[in-house]
């Protein structure tokens, strides 16, 4: 009779159950709370409830069954790497370690029969959970098809996790080292975009593009970033118009990346099963169990903590030092006393010794080379980064990102920009060591759909307020442009009676006994449809609303006022859009709407706060604009000086 190779054993597998049961009891109960414990008391089958009503209602059941799904990849991610702690938690103990190896079965029987143990029950435990979840599909509420896509998220994501897992557990041979080694390999690669694009951001001028690109190789970020529901919308024409509504059926962003991942994880499973049969079981409580990994964990801790102990040093310490060169060796410095801290540390927790200084340096010097090469070719910008500006025939369209932005498309504004955007690469000695500097962004959309997105600061000191030809200076009429004016006075929808909500005028001034008065004014539909219709529209068509002053000279306390506008606006699916509006002096049909219609009487800023005004003669950025989530200005008064 053939002998056979068995790669699953009972008793083990019996006596893992007998002994670890409590892990699968608490996953089932976690995810018992999160799941139908969230959706079933949702369930309120006896009130009646108008059509329209039960279609919200429906919708909200739906979407609230996918986000539950999401936050169970999140549960996923935790019970993922705690499985794996306990099946193979004997291979970090020289006593379970023989013993284990001591027993008449192969490595491979060892490794699949720990494998399916772990995994099994919790799949086991997800179908017990949709089950109980099924109330929610009998009811007629919720669509059969999202619970299939519970059952799916879940399923898969505790495949792909635990598989990870387990991938890390043959890497190391210290439990604790475990989790860690998990949370830094399953985030690696966003953290180190994100921290390289910080060094670029603070050494190259103009760089921006903090947004990463990828995520989908961290599978904890992604998990926390994407898989929302999404309700699919359909276009339809009511009384003449054309409506965008929800047609309560969902989907799920980025769903298929959970299958990417599943194959992925039992891709890593297989590679584990293959680093196990080769693994030296006498490393157990060993950092790294690999040895050619051993290289690999030096150097990334190395450069890894080295950028990251020089980011937070210098941002949170450091970050008034000037820019430009001393900002970059000051950057330079924490980041090579970071690697060293980074590098001799590696070599302790591998060696299990506190001297590892004698004969070691030759690899930190090679690894501070490579750091200071990298940070002196972006300071001296070896790519043309900062040189880049692409042609006008080529650019689509410009956004100028400066409080209230604006997206141009007119050749002309294009022109403006890119001759604006020359200038403060011109000026970058002086722009990026200043002391006090306002923003601008600039995103090109080219023809061809690439971008090119550039963040600058820009000089605010008193050298440059003083100079007309100043980046400050000239940034007036850029942003100012009719173009740009125009795209900040308009409005997402029409503004009339129906779709006005909440209208209100409010003024302000100081007297000059020093007592501050408030005048607050609450306008009809029909007069907030007339004021902007047929005063502020046309006023700023002439570029007379809506002006940005980058620098708070006399041209602007003598125009500017302090009587705002406000409104929301209402569309047909009940979505709110706020907009106001400050008044000018030279707006002359709004203000005199303001003075035959209210109790108003429009001051300058010059004469409502002329205390201000004084002292603002010293320091000319007393008034700062800042901006709500709705990018409307609000006006932050500070001490003077």
């Known amino acids: 009779m053939k002998s056979k190779t068995a790669f699953f054993n009972k008793g083990i597998c019996l006596n893992y159950l007998k002994r670890y049961w409590p892990f699968w009891l608490g996953y089932l109960v976690i995810a018992l709370m999160i799941i139908p414990g969230n959706i079933l008391p949702m369930l309120n089958l006896d009130v009646k409830r108008a059509e329209q009503d039960m279609f919200w209602y429906i919708m909200d059941m739906n979407r609230t069954v996918l986000h539950r799904g999401r936050d169970a990849l999140a549960l996923s991610a935790v019970f993922g790497v705690i499985a794996a702690m306990?099946?193979?938690?004997?291979?970090?103990?020289?006593?379970?370690?023989?013993?284990?190896?001591?027993?008449?079965?192969?490595?491979?029987?060892?490794?699949?029969?720990?494998?399916?143990?772990?995994?099994?029950?919790?799949?086991?435990?997800d179908l017990v959970v949709v089950a109980a979840t099924l109330p929610a599909v009998t009811s007629g509420v919720v669509d059969a098809i999202n619970l299939w896509r519970l059952l799916g998220m879940l399923v898969l994501s505790n495949i792909a996790f635990y598989c990870f897992g387990v991938f890390c557990a043959v890497l190391t041979g210290n439990i604790v080292v475990l989790p860690v080694?998990?949370?830094?390999?399953?985030?690696?690669?966003?953290?180190?975009?994100?921290?390289?694009?910080?060094?670029?951001?603070?050494?190259?001028?103009?760089?921006?593009?903090?947004?990463?690109?990828?995520?989908?190789?961290?599978?904890?970020?992604?998990?926390?970033?994407?898989?929302?529901?999404?309700?699919?919308?359909?276009?339809?024409?009511?009384?003449g118009v054309k409506v965008v509504r929800d047609t309560g059926v969902f989907s799920i962003e980025h769903y298929y990346v959970l299958f990417i991942y599943c194959a992925v994880g039992l891709a890593l499973?297989?590679?584990?099963?293959?680093?196990?049969?080769?693994?030296?079981?006498?490393?157990?409580?060993?950092?790294?169990?690999?040895?050619?990994?051993?290289?690999?964990?030096?150097?990334?801790?190395?450069?890894?903590?080295?950028?990251?102990?020089?980011?937070?040093?210098?941002?949170?310490?450091?970050?008034?030092?000037?820019?430009g060169m001393p900002t970059t060796l000051v950057l330079l410095a924490f980041i090579l006393v970071g690697a060293f801290i980074g590098y001799f540390a590696a070599e302790m927790l591998m060696q299990k010794t506190l001297r590892v200084f004698r004969g070691k340096w030759a690899g930190y010097i090679v690894s501070a080379a490579v750091i200071t090469a990298f940070v002196f070719a972006a300071e001296y910008d070896m790519t043309g980064y900062e040189k880049r500006i692409p042609d006008i025939d080529d650019v689509k369209h410009v956004t100028i990102g400066y409080y209230e932005g604006a997206t141009l498309e007119k050749p002309e504004s294009i022109e403006a920009v890119i001759d604006y955007h020359k200038l403060l690469i011109e000026n970058k000695s002086v722009n990026e060591t200043a002391d006090i500097t306002d923003r601008i962004n600039i995103k090109y959309t080219l023809a061809d759909g690439s971008r090119v997105d550039r963040y600058y600061p820009i000089s605010k000191d008193d050298a440059q307020l003083a100079d007309e030809n100043s980046c400050i200076n000239v940034l007036f009429p850029v942003v100012n442009l009719q173009e740009a004016i125009d795209k900040r006075a308009s409005t997402t929808i029409p503004v009339t009676e129906d779709s006005v909500q909440n209208g209100n005028l409010n003024s302000w001034y100081v007297d000059e006994k020093g007592e501050y008065h408030h005048t607050d004014i609450e306008l009809?539909?029909?007069?907030?449809?007339?004021?902007?219709n047929d005063c502020i529209l046309p006023d700023a068509s002439e570029g007379k609303l809506k002006r940005i002053f980058p620098v708070n000279n006399d041209e602007y306390y003598n125009c500017a006022t302090t009587a705002t506008l406000s409104f929301e606006l209402m569309d047909d699916e009940h979505e709110f859009y706020y907009y106001d509006f400050v008044i000018y002096m030279d707006a002359e049909r709004t203000a005199n709407w303001i003075t035959e219609n209210t109790e108003i009487q429009l001051l300058p800023l010059k004469e409502a706060d002329w205390q201000n005004y004084e002292n603002d003669s010293v320091y000319m950025n007393y008034y700062k604009p800042v901006y709500s989530s709705y990018y409307s200005p609000v006006y932050e008064t500070r001490a003077a000086g």
């Open 269 to 323: 499973a297989g590679l584990a099963l293959y680093i196990y049969r080769r693994r030296d079981m006498e490393c157990a409580g060993d950092v790294v169990a690999v040895p050619i990994l051993k290289p690999i964990f030096k150097y990334c801790l190395c450069f890894g903590f080295g950028i990251c102990f020089g980011l937070v040093v210098f941002s949170n310490v450091f970050y008034r030092v000037p820019g």
């Open 524 to 532: 009809t539909e029909e007069q907030v449809t007339e004021l902007y």
């Open 86 to 125: 306990v099946m193979y938690s004997f291979m970090y103990n020289n006593r379970s370690v023989s013993m284990m190896c001591s027993l008449p079965v192969r490595r491979e029987t060892l490794f699949v029969t720990a494998f399916i143990t772990g995994l099994v029950p919790m799949l086991i435990i």
């Open 181 to 239: 080694v998990y949370l830094i390999l399953n985030t690696a690669v966003v953290l180190a975009e994100q921290t390289v694009r910080s060094v670029l951001e603070i050494v190259i001028y103009g760089f921006t593009e903090l947004r990463g690109h990828l995520t989908a190789f961290s599978p904890i970020v992604a998990v926390s970033d994407w898989f929302y529901a999404r309700s699919e919308t359909e276009t339809v024409i009511e009384n």
